[in-house]
């Protein structure tokens, strides 16, 4: 045996690197198997715990990468490398990358905080990153919401988290308001029966909240009355375009005016000062 070494002019250093470089590689190929199966596992127990599927995925690919990182560290370890050197040019390399990729980190640190808390889930219709649209996704680094043209806006996710977020569909329910004028001449109480009325004909006005109406202001050719009523989230547009028709419809066929806006016209006959007719 000591005379093939010595024919093939490998040290005993020599040959315990070659030893150690197995052994690493090795532990690299075991261990980036057993890294997958102990992420997957990870993602199947959180699916049975109902978490949310993209958190999941998140999660997933994070327990897999920090293994993954841990490993390659214990790899370089056995194959010689000194630790030290490695930490340092870790270090400086995650530095490197974070100052690179500032606005894509800030992006997933708000998607990992949108999943996590979830303001808003897919499908709801949402006021966020100044864009009005119904949630159609929300990844890691953005959120896609189709606006109600159909068009589509791909909102980044620090965008969305740096400014209010209003959620139209949480609560189940969301009330409408009209504004309708009657003349100074026409009865309010009249008026405000009638309301009452097409309320009580209307099955997607919610009777609690009870539905009102009342006198809002006195404006400069009408009678300003307000109409305020709850409907579920998705009822809330086609309820009340049909109750301001029925509103017309009715008060009309009742002889109750919708005035213009009028105004009135005061002409004073005669000469002016200093001159004469």
């Known amino acids: 045996m000591h005379d093939l070494l010595a024919r093939l002019h490998f040290s005993e250093g020599t040959i315990t690197t070659l030893i150690n470089v197995s052994i690493a590689v090795v532990m690299l190929l075991i261990g980036l198997w057993l890294a997958a199966r102990v992420a997957n596992f990870a993602r199947r127990a959180m699916r049975r715990a109902n978490v949310d ?9 994070l327990i897999n990468g920090v293994l993954v990182a841990l490993l390659i560290v214990m790899a370089l370890q056995q194959a010689g490398v000194p630790s030290a050197p490695l930490v340092a040019a870790l270090g400086a390399g995650g530095l490197a990358i974070g100052l690179a990729l500032q606005g894509s980190l800030s992006n997933l640190a708000w998607g990992v905080l949108l999943i996590v808390f979830r303001p808003f889930r897919v499908g709801d219709f949402v006021h966020a990153g100044g864009i009005d649209g119904t949630v159609e996704g929300v990844s890691l680094m953005y959120t ?73 202001s006195l404006g400069d050719s009408a009678v300003v009355l307000v109409l305020r009523g709850y409907t579920r989230s998705g009822d809330v547009w086609a309820t009340q375009t049909d109750l301001l028709r029925a509103v017309k419809e009715r008060f009309d066929a009742e002889g109750i005016s919708l005035p213009y806006p009028q105004r009135e016209l005061t002409v004073v006959q005669g000469s002016l000062p200093g001159r004469t007719a």
């Open 53 to 61: 599927e993209t958190l999941s995925g998140f999660l997933r690919n």
């Open 144 to 216: 896609l919401l189709v606006m109600p043209d159909n068009r589509e806006a791909v909102v980044p996710n620090a965008k969305i988290g740096s400014e209010a977020i209003i959620n139209f569909n949480r609560r189940g329910t969301r009330r409408f308001e009209l504004k309708v004028g009657i003349g100074y001449k026409d009865s309010i109480g009249k008026a405000m029966d009638l309301v009452r009325e097409l309320y009580a004909a209307d099955a997607r006005i919610l009777s609690d909240p009870a539905p009102g109406v009342w006198t809002e």
